[in-house]
């Protein structure tokens, strides 16, 4: 019977994780804007700033291809993650689920989010080096609100859900 009462536990820790990814500030009288949607518009002014700062054509249009790719892999992750908090909830639902099941799938979304924060920093690292000093300063900024939004968006929401 000790069992139960490491399963409460690690549910407990679990159930918080799931509530710190899952929240986020409220607007007032308004809906919260969808994962996708929270994404689309930060990727969105990442473009335009890519596009106000970068006067070289060249240089812009593979900035922009990276933008969109770095949206890409946001969008990706964004709806990785809440097929983890279903796929967990479904698992917690079921009583007598063996810990090897919460393990396994704890290490299949390790493996994902390691994956996608590796993207991540190869295109960072991509498109800091296609900026000017000067460039980057904007385009920097706008690239920390895209990754800073995308995280506290509703996971839930990734697809519309």
Request: glycine residues 8%; aromatic residues 8%; proline residues 2%.
């Amino acid at each position: 019977m000790h069992m139960g009462g490491r399963r409460i536990g690690f549910a407990a820790l679990i159930t918080s994780l799931a509530c710190a990814l899952t929240l986020t500030v409220a607007g007032c009288g308004g809906k919260e804007p969808t994962a996708h949607q929270t994404i689309e518009r930060y990727g969105q002014e990442l473009r335009d700033e890519v596009v106000t700062h970068v006067p070289d054509g060249e240089r812009r249009a593979r900035m922009l291809m990276i933008v969109d790719e770095l949206a890409a892999l946001q969008l990706r992750f964004s709806q990785q993650t809440a097929d983890f908090v279903a796929s967990y909830r479904k698992l917690n639902a079921e009583y007598d689920t063996p810990q090897a099941t919460f393990d396994q799938l704890f290490s299949d979304y390790g493996t994902k989010r390691i994956k996608a924060r590796n993207e991540v920093l190869d295109l960072h690292f991509e498109l800091a080096s296609l900026a000017t000093a000067g460039e980057w300063e904007a385009i920097g900024k706008k690239e920390m609100e895209l990754y800073e939004e995308a995280s506290e968006a509703r996971p839930g929401a990734a697809s519309g859900k």
